[in-house]
């Protein structure tokens, strides 16, 4: 399974339902087909990333959010390629990631940022994104 996919697994195991319910589990092909599970109703609930519970297309839906220490930590990365063809638009993008708007906007979809930024330069690496059950 994906990162979204063990995670939901391992919360699962620590909420100690994963034995009543894994024949019951439909997976995604990634986080955004399993919440299109949940959006459709072909799914009657779904463990999917917080970023997805509140987009418009979720938000107005019944969520709880799965508390961070149920399960390992989910992390992104975000970097500029070595061969990007638009390098300076790629690292003025990373920039505004990296500012206050940025983040602001990144929080606002359940991400949440170490306390000191690496390096400039250097991947940036979230703390967790949540998972919302």
Same mark, same amino acid.
């Given at each position: ?12 195991q ?8 894994k024949?019951?589990l ?10 299109? /599970? *949940?959006? !459709?109703?072909?799914?009657? #609930? ?6 997805? @519970? ?9 969520r ?30 990373l920039? /505004? *990631?990296? !500012?206050?708007?940025?983040? #602001? ?6 991400? @949440? ?17 949540r998972?919302?059950?």
């Open positions: 399974h994906a990162p979204y996919g063990r995670a939901a697994v391992a919360a699962l620590k909420a100690g339902i994963y034995e009543s319910v024949d019951k439909v997976y995604g092909e990634n986080i955004s087909q399993a919440a299109q /599970f *949940v959006q !459709s109703g072909n799914a009657q #609930a779904g463990i999917v990333a917080l970023s997805l @519970a509140v987009s418009p297309a979720m938000r107005d839906g019944k709880w959010e799965i508390p961070a220490e149920m399960h390992p930590a989910i992390e992104e990365v975000a970097i500029v390629l070595k061969d990007a063809k638009n390098k300076d638009s790629a690292r003025a993008f920039e /505004f *990631v990296k !500012s206050a708007a940025g983040r #602001a906007i990144l929080a606002k979809y359940g991400f @949440a940022f170490p306390e000191r930024d690496q390096e400039r330069g250097k991947k940036i690496t979230p703390r967790r994104s998972a919302h059950g």
